[in-house]
């Protein structure tokens, strides 16, 4: 089976390799501005590393912190910085050089991960809006409710549910043939992105990749919706104006990370299979969005909004700035 890949920055002619090989052709209509974009993947890659890694230090090192709210916030940053990893080396290589070759094990691997820690990010959104269900409608049961042993338990069924849901994705993509192209119009090993190359039924593959989607957004969603309409009308129950203030403002972090998260992973969701006029450079925009946004922005949204972090960091720094001038003396 002979395979064509694509185009290179350098070298825009299709070439006959080996067929166990894929090529990320990177944003199809805008490799001239490749570089330029590089410079807010780098940023975006530094704010993920730099923010998340600060989240994690300030509540492991703070005691006060370690509470259930804080504990979620510690494996959302986790997830974001798995998959950043995941994504943002290739990304980068495939602006800079047009590095875009890549191995069929390890876009299949690289496809895994990816969904997976997006379900696992999704799971974890939904057990922080239960987090405030808990605190603000039944306050006097929140200890006893999350305990240490119940947010363990809510970690692994994330990560059993993202790796279960993708599990089945792999294998029902090799068994598909790739007779005509291994080049995936993409900046990663998107599921659809790379069913579409196949020849072929790949009907059970579109189902499925549908299903796992729904099953995950449609659901998790669902479930935010309605915890939230609880918090609203216990909200409305309070008479006291500073009283319905107070409640509100602690979802307030969480309604902007689930709006960050879930905003571009819907209009990159409906685009992909009902927006056949939308140009293929807006949506993979519109899909990198998704992945690069979120893990840069969550640590800033809970730094700025959270008062027990905010107040933690600009300590380490005091304390470092003493450090430092004690050192120059």
Same mark, same amino acid.
């Given at each position: 089976?002979?395979?064509?890949?694509?185009?290179?920055?350098?070298?825009?002619?299709?070439?006959? =390799?080996?067929?166990?090989?894929?090529?990320?052709?990177?944003?199809?209509?805008?490799?001239?501005?490749?570089?330029?974009?590089?410079?807010?993947?780098?940023?975006?890659?530094?704010?993920?590393?730099?923010?998340?890694?600060?989240?994690?230090?300030?509540?492991?090192?703070?005691?006060?912190?370690? $509470?259930?709210?804080?504990?979620?916030?510690?494996?959302?940053?986790?997830?974001?910085?798995?998959?950043?990893?995941?994504?943002?080396?290739?990304?980068?290589?495939?602006?800079?050089?047009?590095?875009?070759? +890549?191995?069929?094990?390890?876009?299949?691997?690289?496809?895994?991960?990816?969904?997976?820690?997006?379900?696992?990010?999704?799971?974890?959104?939904? %057990? =922080?809006?239960?987090?405030?269900?808990?605190?603000?409608?039944?306050?006097?049961?929140?200890?006893? +409710?999350?305990?240490?042993?119940?947010?363990?338990?809510?970690?692994?069924? %994330? #990560?059993?549910?993202?790796?279960?849901?993708?599990?089945?994705?792999?294998?029902?993509?090799?068994?598909?043939?790739?007779?005509?192209?291994?080049?995936?119009?993409?900046?990663?090993?998107?599921? #659809?992105?790379?069913? $579409?190359? %196949?020849?072929?039924?790949?009907?059970?593959?579109?189902?499925?990749?549908?299903? %796992?989607?729904?099953?995950? +957004?449609?659901?998790?969603?669902?479930?935010?919706?309605?915890?939230?309409?609880?918090?609203?009308?216990?909200?409305?129950?309070?008479?006291?104006?500073?009283?319905?203030?107070?409640?509100?403002?602690?979802?307030?972090?969480?309604?902007?990370?689930?709006?960050?998260?879930?905003?571009?992973?819907?209009?990159?969701?409906?685009?992909?299979?009902?927006?056949?006029?939308?140009?293929?450079?807006?949506?993979?925009?519109?899909?990198?969005? *998704?992945?690069?946004?979120?893990?840069?922005?969550?640590?800033?949204? *809970?730094?700025?909004?959270?008062?027990?972090?905010?107040?933690?960091?600009?300590?380490?720094?005091?304390?470092?700035?003493?450090?430092?001038?004690?050192?120059?003396?």
């Amino acid at each position: 089976m002979s395979s064509t890949l694509g185009h290179t920055m350098d070298s825009p002619n299709h070439t006959n =390799m080996d067929p166990s090989i894929f090529f990320l052709l990177g944003i199809p209509g805008l490799e001239q501005f490749h570089m330029w974009l590089s410079l807010p993947v780098c940023c975006l890659g530094t704010a993920t590393i730099v923010g998340n890694i600060t989240i994690l230090v300030v509540v492991a090192t703070e005691p006060a912190l370690h $509470k259930p709210v804080y504990l979620f916030l510690c494996m959302l940053s986790t997830i974001d910085l798995a998959a950043s990893f995941s994504t943002v080396p290739k990304l980068l290589a495939i602006l800079w050089c047009g590095a875009g070759h +890549i191995s069929a094990s390890a876009c299949l691997a690289q496809m895994f991960f990816i969904h997976t820690f997006c379900m696992m990010e999704s799971t974890v959104l939904l %057990a =922080m809006a239960f987090d405030r269900y808990v605190a603000i409608c039944h306050p006097l049961r929140y200890a006893t +409710i999350l305990t240490d042993t119940i947010i363990a338990r809510i970690g692994v069924v %994330a #990560m059993v549910r993202g790796s279960l849901l993708m599990l089945p994705c792999p294998f029902l993509i090799r068994r598909l043939s790739f007779c005509q192209s291994h080049v995936i119009p993409h900046t990663y090993c998107e599921h #659809m992105a790379v069913v $579409k190359l %196949a020849c072929g039924d790949t009907r059970p593959n579109r189902v499925y990749g549908l299903t %796992a989607a729904l099953l995950v +957004i449609g659901v998790d969603l669902f479930c935010i919706g309605l915890s939230y309409a609880l918090i609203a009308q216990a909200v409305l129950r309070l008479s006291s104006h500073e009283a319905r203030s107070k409640a509100l403002g602690t979802c307030g972090s969480h309604v902007c990370v689930i709006l960050i998260s879930y905003t571009p992973a819907l209009f990159s969701f409906f685009t992909h299979r009902f927006g056949h006029q939308v140009p293929l450079h807006i949506h993979i925009l519109l899909a990198n969005v *998704y992945l690069l946004f979120p893990p840069a922005l969550n640590p800033v949204v *809970y730094g700025v909004k959270t008062k027990e972090i905010r107040e933690r960091v600009f300590r380490v720094f005091q304390r470092g700035q003493r450090t430092g001038l004690k050192a120059s003396e």
